[in-house]
């Protein structure tokens, strides 16, 4: 797809032509206050003190990189497998990377005096890192929730209630995600003195889709430097599933002036290629046409869309997936080939996570199993030599009422 123009990616914001700022003149003011209190906070060494003691004794940084040695053995005996390493986000405090990001803007929060902070969640995963570092650093807190993700993420609703946040039902649209975010805006606009929006992924308006990713690029730091003292070379490639993109982002970032190591995006290929069924923007070749370049929520960038530029529904097993839209420097690195985007189905994710469970015995977050199904599917094209990473964004708590339907259905 060729856009008419082009901008360097050295524009603060763009990344090619993606990106940007497509907000209501009224957010402009809060955009331009949030850019400013994040370039001053990246140089200032108490802001960096506080983040980085932040990760390290409420978050557990670092986490471990993980030899999957069972996960690798039972792969090469079905030909050519890859040496695996797992990233293990999943041992974040709340369970997933999203607690990174979390910690950095609720300090943003704090340095611009906004007593209050919004966020919108799909899998609550966001809601719940959010209720959770506002209850740490004493803010108030408002998440909004589509009330099908509710359902389906009950738990974590109960955890941000318990956190002290209120937590908001979201009824229109396809009641995920992307309304939660439409709300979350209503409310912002309304509150911007008070209240800052806290972003959950690489997405929206400048500057949040750079400063989210700075605050979780502290995974590919730690996985670079973890890889070379174990294996004294860098990966071959680098595996992460793609939502709004973030856990992805967060690993690449570090990895990208290395041209050896390829980047590899995974996608919810959810039950189909049809629009509607899957939440694939980039996976064109495999089939998934829906996506176009468009703005949504602030961005310019790959946005599943209908003939008449309707913004199209979504589906996929995994809340944390179900999004219309992908994190614009994502749009560029697949434009550039620089990274590699594909979709896996709802039943390979199930399938990959219950291998997970047997060989590793760890329980993945149903995100991240798409990232692991990804390695799976590409093993033929593996050879021995290869040294794969896969970031383990979260663990599998919250998705235990879906594996046990799935396992119910196939004993
Ligand atoms: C939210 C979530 C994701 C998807 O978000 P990204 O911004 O694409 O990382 C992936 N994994 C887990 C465990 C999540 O909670």
Redesign the pocket.
């Known amino acids: 797809m060729v856009s008419q123009f082009t901008i360097p990616a050295t524009v603060p914001g763009r990344f090619g032509p993606y990106g940007g700022r497509y907000v209501p003149e009224t957010l402009m003011v809060p955009l331009l206050e949030l850019e400013r209190s994040y370039e001053v906070a990246k140089s200032d060494p108490e802001f960096q003190a506080r983040f980085n003691d932040l990760l390290k004794n409420f978050a557990g940084r670092p986490t471990p990189l993980q030899l999957a040695s069972r996960l690798t053995a039972y792969l090469a005996d079905s030909g050519n497998g890859p040496k695996i390493y797992l990233k293990r986000?999943?041992l974040l405090h709340t369970?997933?990377?999203?607690i990174n990001n979390a910690i950095g803007q609720g300090l943003l929060a704090v340095q611009m005096k906004k007593p209050r902070v919004i966020a919108e969640?799909?899998?609550?995963?966001?809601g719940v890192a959010t209720a959770t570092v506002a209850a740490h650093l004493g803010l108030e807190c408002t998440v909004y929730m589509g009330t099908e993700d509710m359902a389906r993420q009950a738990l974590n609703v109960s955890r941000m209630r318990m956190l002290g946040a209120e937590v908001i039902g979201v009824e229109s649209g396809s009641r995920t995600l992307k309304d939660a975010i439409n709300e979350a805006m209503r409310d912002w606009v309304t509150n911007v003195r008070t209240t800052h929006y806290l972003l959950?992924?690489?997405?929206g308006a400048h500057p949040y889709p750079t400063m989210?990713r700075d605050f979780?690029s502290c995974i590919g730091r730690e996985a670079r430097a973890q890889i070379l003292a174990a294996e004294k070379r860098l990966p071959t490639h680098l595996f992460?599933?793609?939502?709004?993109?973030?856990?992805?982002?967060?690993l690449f970032h570090e990895f990208l002036k290395d041209e050896s190591v390829k980047m590899v995006g995974i996608e919810a290929g959810g039950r189909g290629n049809e629009l509607g069924e899957h939440a694939a923007r980039l996976a064109a070749a495999q089939g998934f046409t829906g996506a176009r370049p468009g703005v949504l929520q602030g961005t310019y960038t790959y946005v599943l869309q209908t003939d008449d530029g309707q913004i199209a529904t979504t589906h996929s097993v995994?809340?944390?997936?179900d999004?219309p839209a992908i994190?614009p420097e994502h749009a560029w690195l697949a434009d550039q080939h620089r990274a590699e985007y594909s979709a896996v189905t709802d039943a390979a994710a199930l399938d990959a996570a219950q291998l997970l469970a047997r060989t590793e015995g760890i329980i993945?977050?149903?995100?991240?199993a798409?990232a692991i199904a990804g390695v799976i599917e590409r093993t033929p094209q593996f050879t021995r030599e290869d040294l794969v990473i896969i970031?383990l964004?979260?663990?599998g708590d919250?998705d235990m009422d879906t594996y046990s339907r799935s396992l119910g259905e196939k004993p």
């Open positions: 986000e999943d369970g997933a990377h999203k969640t799909g899998a609550g995963q966001h959950g992924s690489v997405l989210v979780h992460a599933c793609v939502g709004g993109g973030s856990n992805a982002m967060g995994s809340a944390g997936l999004y994190g993945p977050a149903l995100e991240s798409h970031n964004s979260g663990r919250k």
